[in-house]
């Protein structure tokens, strides 16, 4: 095993970046690393980081050597086995009674209605106003209430759920291993699954097709999952829903506003407002990263990485990749090939909700240009997003009329 010294002359660039850095403004170093040093030992974080996007789509397309499923995960620690903790075929097994349900068929027919009305009533709130911190008046609590109603769960959760989500997202970028954090995180992942078990008999008794919990409730009996791992699998479906939407709607107004012209193009029509949602993910992305973990001795690139290494894939480093997308520094709607981005990740574990995730922003974004005119971001220096893994504006001033 390579000491810190050797692995900081083998990597210089990665033993002088900091976590605060990467926090701050990550763009700057991972387009450091992706010239000299694109896979590079992090001091600081006790990791390996991958930023180009040839490289990440390789390992996120390697389960054999590069697995989700070890004791080191976070992932594990916080939340148990669950879907992006293991392999096929037990990953096939937990995905396959929640796939169905993230279909886009199923979500317009299920989901989109109800999301849009939800959207109204939230704007309805402060749109008399003038002006609205949107993370803490919409953003903040649109994928919660978005998940109530997918769960099947009642609207009296929503401050339960904001709870304990905070408290996993700070466990899940807890590298540092704090025990407060870790300990916190996972008294509330047992309360959640008792929450989940308590609504999960509710719908045995009395089923709802339009509920997940009612439908993985019951599933047929050579797919049903116990009623613990359909809570655990929940938690990733929970994180994931709330993290992704909550950065995408904030960061897309943030993007914009540094590109009026875009803004108005956009709200004029509505059209284009899926590219804004893709090109949010590509330039801004909300999740950062998808942790992987060495499962064998093996070499990648000239680095030999040892069973247990940690490899973080930068999926916004490799959305910034110059080699992927032309001038990837530029917010750009009218970019080729925008779907090509690794915002969702790829591979088996693929984001369950993207679908969702486009669905729930696109319907955001509409509604919130359409109802509040002329809106725009007051002081757009100060809505900067924030965080080296879960990446947003800490607040964001909107104003219109």
């Known amino acids: 095993m390579q000491t810190g010294g050797e692995q900081a002359r083998r990597f210089p660039l990665g033993a002088a970046v900091t976590a605060e850095a990467l926090a701050e403004d990550p763009y700057p170093i991972y387009a450091q690393l992706r010239q000299h040093e694109p896979v590079s030992w992090i001091g600081a974080l006790g990791m390996y980081l991958v930023v180009s996007h040839a490289q990440v789509e390789r390992i996120l397309m390697d389960p054999r050597r590069f697995t989700v499923g070890t004791e080191h995960s976070l992932l594990t620690d916080t939340f148990g086995e669950t879907l992006l903790t293991v392999e096929d075929p037990l990953h096939a097994r937990y995905r396959a009674p929640f796939a169905p349900t993230f279909m886009p068929a199923a979500l317009r027919a299920h989901m989109e209605s109800g999301i849009r009305v939800e959207v109204d009533r939230l704007i309805d709130g402060f749109a008399a106003a003038g002006t609205a911190?949107?993370?803490?008046?919409?953003?903040?609590?649109?994928?919660?209430?978005?998940?109530?109603?997918?769960?099947?769960?009642?609207?009296?959760?929503?401050?339960?759920?904001?709870?304990?989500?905070?408290?996993?997202?700070?466990?899940?970028?807890?590298?540092?291993?704090?025990?407060?954090?870790?300990?916190?995180?996972?008294?509330?992942?047992?309360?959640?699954?008792?929450?989940?078990?308590?609504?999960?008999?509710?719908?045995?008794?009395?089923?709802?097709?339009r509920a997940l919990l009612s439908v993985l409730a019951n599933a047929p009996v050579d797919v049903r999952l116990s009623n613990e791992a359909i809570g655990r699998n929940l938690l990733v479906v929970l994180f994931g829903g709330i993290s992704t939407i909550e950065a995408l709607i904030l960061n897309a107004f943030h993007a914009l506003s540094l590109q009026p012209g875009t803004l108005e193009r956009v709200r004029a029509d509505s059209g284009l407002i899926p590219a804004v949602v893709d090109e949010t993910i590509r330039w801004a992305g909300p999740v950062q990263s998808a942790t992987r973990h060495v499962a064998v001795d093996t070499e990648f690139d000239g680095v030999e990485f040892r069973a247990g290494d940690t490899v973080n894939c930068m999926l916004a480093a490799a959305n910034r990749d110059p080699a992927k997308f032309a001038e990837p520094d530029r917010f750009d709607i009218d970019?080729?090939?925008?779907?090509?981005?690794?915002?969702?990740?790829?591979?088996?574990?693929?984001?369950?909700?993207?679908?969702?995730?486009?669905?729930?922003?696109?319907?955001?974004?509409?509604?919130?240009?359409?109802?509040?005119?002329?809106?725009?971001?007051?002081?757009?220096?100060?809505?900067?997003?924030?965080?080296?893994?879960?990446?947003?504006?800490?607040?964001?001033?909107l104003a219109w009329g």
């Open 133 to 209: 911190e949107l993370r803490r008046a919409f953003a903040a609590r649109l994928p919660i209430l978005t998940m109530l109603t997918l769960f099947g769960l009642p609207p009296e959760c929503e401050a339960d759920l904001r709870r304990w989500y905070d408290s996993f997202e700070q466990a899940l970028g807890n590298f540092q291993r704090q025990e407060s954090i870790r300990t916190v995180a996972r008294g509330n992942v047992a309360q959640f699954l008792l929450l989940i078990d308590q609504h999960v008999e509710r719908y045995r008794v009395v089923p709802d097709e």
């Open 335 to 397: 970019r080729k090939g925008l779907r090509g981005h690794l915002g969702f990740a790829t591979g088996p574990h693929h984001c369950l909700g993207a679908n969702l995730a486009r669905l729930e922003g696109r319907i955001a974004l509409e509604r919130l240009l359409a109802r509040l005119p002329g809106c725009r971001v007051e002081r757009p220096e100060d809505s900067r997003p924030y965080g080296s893994e879960f990446r947003q504006p800490r607040r964001l001033q």
